[in-house]
């Protein structure tokens, strides 16, 4: 069993910043893909950022120069720093895990969002 927290949430004005945290825990041997994904009322979730197999990343074009992505110092853990958010940046935040258990099984785990409003 995995278990993914997130928090960092929140209301934010424009061109301000946000800070995203998610951690997971439970039976991982290891992570392939870790980062976030976004959805807004009635649009369908997209990537916004994430770490393939700890060195590579993937960015939305829409937040590339915006966003950053890391570990934070430890492999289980994820971050996304955003700085001169917009309104279109407002959604649902959504942490996904996709990990091998000890047996290489593929398994996906998501958090449950935490919502990010840019609104002055």
């Known amino acids: 069993q995995v278990h993914v927290v997130e928090s960092g949430g929140g209301l934010v004005q424009p061109g301000g910043s946000l800070r995203l945290s998610c951690a997971a825990s439970?039976?991982?041997?290891?992570?392939?893909?870790k980062g976030w994904y976004r959805q807004a009322p009635g649009q369908e979730r997209v990537l916004v950022a994430v770490?393939?197999?700890?060195?590579?990343?993937v960015f939305a074009e829409s937040v590339k120069g915006r966003f950053t992505i890391s570990r934070d110092g430890a492999e289980n853990t994820v971050v996304q720093q955003m700085n001169s958010l917009n309104a279109e940046d407002t959604a649902g935040y959504y942490c996904?895990?996709?990990?091998?258990?000890?047996?290489?099984?593929?398994?996906?785990?998501w958090g449950q969002g935490t919502q990010v409003t840019v609104s002055s």
């Open positions: 439970g039976s991982i041997s290891s992570i392939h893909v």
């Open positions: 996904r895990y996709n990990v091998r258990d000890w047996r290489s099984t593929a398994k996906e785990y």
């Open positions: 770490i393939i197999r700890g060195d590579r990343t």
